[in-house]
């Protein structure tokens, strides 16, 4: 099982639709949890962070559910240019590191 | 001017033979990564230094050396490059902070192909 898993998609979606993306990581020690963006051929830079109570940031909602393991992003009013790679990126404690694991991706792509 | 850059952007090179990439910075940031990208997978950490004294090595470092030249620079060698080392190479660097917030950015990546 990989630590950090991700439905790959493509999620293909209206301008304007509302689209939600899931995560789940088994290493429950996990206590940073944070959404990055790839476009195609580019580097992941960070969307947000994932705290407890959930946050948000305009269109995007990030949520975490710690007992299952779980954390969600939402994107509301989809706009063209949010046509990406949503990564989901979990850390892993070791000694005095916290490792990021990055799971394979969910593909978006938003038409008009 | 971008903060973190890589190169070369693309190599195609031939088994056997050792190359190097390289990656220099301009955040200031002591902590630098390398990581491969290959497709439907994660990115994939080769090596991680925390300062220019400082190298760990990471889930994937096999076929691989670092050398830490200075805070600024981190550069990656394939000793002898095989096939399956044909993928998208990615430098970052982070601050050390708060770690359990440490943002990483990203190098633009190099595509290398191994023949």
């Known amino acids: 099982r990989k630590e950090v898993e991700q439905d790959p998609g493509p999620f293909n979606v209206p301008e304007g639709a509302t689209v939600a993306f899931n995560c789940t990581y088994s290493?429950?020690?996990?206590?940073?949890f944070f959404w990055y963006r790839q476009d195609c051929r580019k580097e992941p830079k960070l969307l947000m962070s994932?705290?407890?109570s959930g946050n948000e940031d305009g269109r995007f909602t990030a949520q975490l559910n710690r007992a299952s393991q779980y954390i969600s992003l939402l994107i509301r009013d989809s706009k063209l240019s949010d046509s990406a790679t949503y990564l989901c990126v979990v850390n892993r404690p070791s000694g005095g590191y916290n490792k990021l694991i990055f799971g394979a991706g969910t593909r978006l792509a938003v038409h008009p | 001017d971008a903060d973190v850059t890589q190169t070369p952007r693309n190599r195609i090179t031939k088994t056997g033979k050792r190359i190097m990439l390289e990656c220099s910075q301009t955040?200031?940031?002591?902590?630098m990564y390398w990581y491969r990208q290959d497709p439907g997978l994660g990115l994939q950490l080769i090596y991680y230094?925390?300062?220019?004294?400082?190298?760990n090595k990471g889930e994937i470092s096999d076929g691989y050396s670092v050398s830490r030249q200075a805070q600024a620079k981190f550069s990656l060698s394939l000793e002898s490059a095989i096939p399956n080392q044909t993928a998208l190479y990615f430098c970052?660097?982070?601050?050390?902070?708060?770690?359990?917030?440490?943002?990483?950015?990203f190098g633009p990546g190099t595509r290398l192909l191994v023949l």
């Open positions: 994932v705290y407890s």
């Open positions: 290493n429950s020690a996990s206590q940073s």
């Open positions: 230094s925390f300062d220019v004294k400082d190298i």
């Open positions: 970052a660097t982070s601050e050390t902070g708060t770690a359990n917030q440490e943002t990483q950015y």
């Open positions: 955040k200031g940031h002591d902590r």
